[in-house]
């Protein structure tokens, strides 16, 4: 599955910024990216997301996108090697975990994320120290819906 997911990832790369959407080619935010590929391999979605702001969650502090992965997706222990699986990020202490990718690789073997970000995109980025100490959660897709 980890295969086809990662597959499926590279194919958005290039998909423009676009805050809520889903549609390769067309737009999606980092949510929106996770979404359209569930539907590349998986089908429909598992529920309906409600609309959301930037800054979704902060106010509030609930961890609404970590308890969503959790309900869809299957928890893994963080390893940054396995490609296809998904990451959560904490883009700063005592923020709520409001950034997911999907973990890639380059030809060399080093870790890679594919993401979704205002300004750039849907692009495969080096996985940085920078970036890596922001990650809280993996998880990969399961293996069919269910």
């Known amino acids: ?3 086809r ?4 990832a590279r194919g958005w790369i290039g998909t ?3 805050h809520q959407c889903s549609v390769r080619g067309q737009g999606a935010d980092c949510l929106g990216l996770l979404r359209g590929i569930w539907r ?3 089908g429909a979605e598992p529920e309906e997301m409600p609309a959301y702001t930037p800054d979704w969650s ?4 609930l961890e609404r996108m970590w308890e969503g ?3 869809h997706l299957c928890k893994t222990p963080v390893d940054p090697k396995l490609a296809g699986q998904v990451v959560l990020f904490r883009m700063r202490r005592g923020a709520v975990a409001k950034h ?3 973990l890639g690789g380059d030809a ?3 870790a890679t994320i594919i993401h979704a970000y205002s300004g750039a995109g849907v692009v495969e980025t080096p996985l940085t120290p920078a970036w890596a100490r922001h990650i809280v959660a993996q998880f990969r897709f399961p293996d069919r819906r269910g």
């Not at 997911?5 to 499926?8: G, K, P, S, T, Y």
């Not at 902060?58 to 502090?61: N, T, Y």
């Open 1 to 3: 599955m980890d295969q």
């Open 5 to 8: 997911v990662l597959r499926a």
């Open 16 to 18: 423009p910024y676009r």
């Open 40 to 42: 590349e391999v998986l």
């Open 58 to 61: 902060e106010s509030s502090g």
């Open 69 to 71: 992965a959790a309900r």
């Open 100 to 102: 997911v990718a999907i």
């Open 108 to 110: 060399r073997g080093y």
